[in-house]
């Protein structure tokens, strides 16, 4: 199939790529000029294990291109896919100014049938808002398709070519099953619904995945006052097949371009009408509170006193294996740290750049390596667990900082690593060591 995608975002990049693994003719569509240029030239603008590979073997295979000419782009797809960003309104709503622009655009780039399907996260109705808007602008025959996109950052190629699941929404019967065949090789479970469910059921699922979390979390902070220990406790929880295992780990709580923004929207979409989301705006408010978890620590070690105090930060991304930031919950730890006076060392493997550049200088220091931002400091905050961290020799750690105080805001240590060292441990939900 001949395949349009708009938007090389990470939703889009990585389903343009992979659509183009399938065997199909691929063409990525961008307006950012200097973004095309690194894919022509083999590049890949986001760091995600194995897209760069994909995107050279299936260039040189001649299945895949990139071009900012998005009329040129459409004339030659059969199927159009609008994978451009919906951004936070300040309310919190998502906002469909790229969304609109690219169906204005879309629509007069027109030369015949197509199925135009959006897999960027869309409040419910905007399918057939992008509809009302292309109708406006051609005669041209086309079907909508809701496709909404469950690839998570970090494991984004192997989630889009080995899916749980393919959600497909449609108002024609031939175009959802156009659609499905272009998914079939991918999995046995595709659900085809009507588009507003298919709509719906993107924001359900993130924040059912959001809900698990702040659940677990604030489980977490009861189990550090009484004395249990929340791993063990979603260990044995997770055994139960209608609870499962997975987003029962506790931590500082959820950050990330997605289940910040999608919960917001669907509070908002909620209001809208006239529903209040109550769970939901808790789920929201527990996370926000939970990276006070370490902070509340720290606070309780120092007396209170941050100020002169070096904190060592170990991960800015707002989980391991990407350079993404967006929302990272070491943004406001950071921020509440250097506020309170203390000298903030910072290290990740990957996303000091990303950070610094959406977080400013503000007095951080920012190191190279994660021994360097541990030396001398008064005590060390893991905040995102990258396999780097987790190996990290402790007995030397411990010799590099001046107290050994760690508070591991990701629980990737056992007792047993500890075992060797004489450190502070303080974790989220478990019992302190030492
Ligand atoms: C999330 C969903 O998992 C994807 O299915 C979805 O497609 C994507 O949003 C999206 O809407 O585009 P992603 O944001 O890449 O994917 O990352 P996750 O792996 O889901 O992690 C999100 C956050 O939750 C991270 O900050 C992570 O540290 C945190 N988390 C996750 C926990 O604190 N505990 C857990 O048990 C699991």
Redesign the pocket.
Known sequence: MNITVIGTG??GLVSGICYAELGNRVICVDKDLAKVATLQNGGIPIYEPGLQELSAKNTAAGRLSYTSDLREAVEQADIVIIAVGTPSLPNGEANLAYIDQAAIEIAQAMNGYKIIAVKS?VPVGTNERVAKLIRSWTAEQFHSISL?????????VQ?TLHPDRVVIGADSETAAETIVRLHRSLTDQIVVTDIRSAEML?YA??AF??T??SF??EIANICEKVGADVTRVAEGMGYDKRIGH??????????????PK?TRALIQIAGNVDYEFKLLRAVVEVNQDQRMNVIRKLESIFDGELQGKTIAVWGLA??PN?D?VRE??AHEIIQYLTQSGAHVKAYDPIATRNFRSMYGENGVMWCDDALQAATGADALCLL??WDEFVRADLVELQSLLRKPILIDG?NVFKEADLAETKFIYYSIGRPRLN
């Not at 997975?246 to 289940?259: D, E, H, R, T, V």
């Open positions: 990470y939703v996260t909404p996109e469950f690839l998570r950052e970090g494991s984004a989630d993107k699922s993130n995945l959001a698990k979390i677990i979390n997975a987003f029962l780990k506790a931590g500082i709580g959820y950050g990330g371009s997605c289940f999608d707002f989980k990407t993404d990272s919950p995102t667990e990701r």
